[in-house]
């Protein structure tokens, strides 16, 4: 059978389900080889014919069996195929400005915080050199009020208040909050 018979068409028509059966058996090898050539994804191509073939249930009325039915499934499959090969690279093209967007705001985000610390750096180095020297045994060795106090022989409310006036300063100096 080298092109489907116009009676089964007809049959299909007018709503024969076996007749319809017939048609998508007819097909299917041919139809799936040529949707694979080229959507190169097997799975893919299984679910065009399978739209195809419900499109063409649904439309049967439409179909005038004295045409090359032949020639009308596989336009339908190729501009299908077309469509979802464009749907795919406007994906790919999305996916990749999305990439490309989120790498821009990490690489923004990096040269803040390199800015901000930068910032409290500059402003650490604006303050006494007691403060400083309080701040870092604080901070950066976490020692407590009263050993700080006894490491340089001052009292504790010294160095509380060298403390607040030291995070005070950096504050207005750099937003702390950012960092």
């Known amino acids: ?43 893919e191509a299984e679910n065009m014919i399978h739209e195809v073939f419900i499109k063409i249930w649904d439309r049967r009325s439409q179909i005038n069996p004295s045409l090359n039915f032949t020639s009308y ?7 299908l195929a077309f469509d979802h090969l464009k749907k795919m690279e406007k994906n790919n093209q999305l996916k990749q400005a999305y990439v490309e967007r989120m790498a821009a705001a990490r690489d923004e985000e990096v040269e803040d915080k390199e800015m ?3 910032l409290l750096y500059s402003a650490v180095n604006l303050l006494s050199e007691k403060r400083k020297q309080i701040l870092f045994l ?14 340089l022989m001052i009292s504790k409310n010294t160095v509380k208040n060298q403390l607040v006036k030291a995070k005070q300063f ?10």
Not at 4 to 33: C, M, N, S
Not at 73 to 79: A, E, G, K, S, Y
Request: hydrophobic share 40%; net charge negative.
């Open 73 to 79: 499934l596989f336009t339908c499959l190729r501009n």
């Open 116 to 118: 901000k610390f930068q």
């Open 138 to 151: 604080n901070i950066e060795q976490g020692k407590s009020y009263q050993e700080i106090a006894e490491m």
């Open 170 to 179: 950096l504050r207005e100096k750099v937003d702390l909050a950012t960092l």
């Open 1 to 43: 059978m080298d092109c489907l018979d116009e009676r089964i068409l007809r049959k299909v028509i007018e709503g024969d389900q076996a007749a319809f059966a017939e048609l998508y058996k007819y097909y299917r090898t041919p139809a799936l080889k040529f949707c694979i050539t080229l959507l190169k994804d097997e799975e």
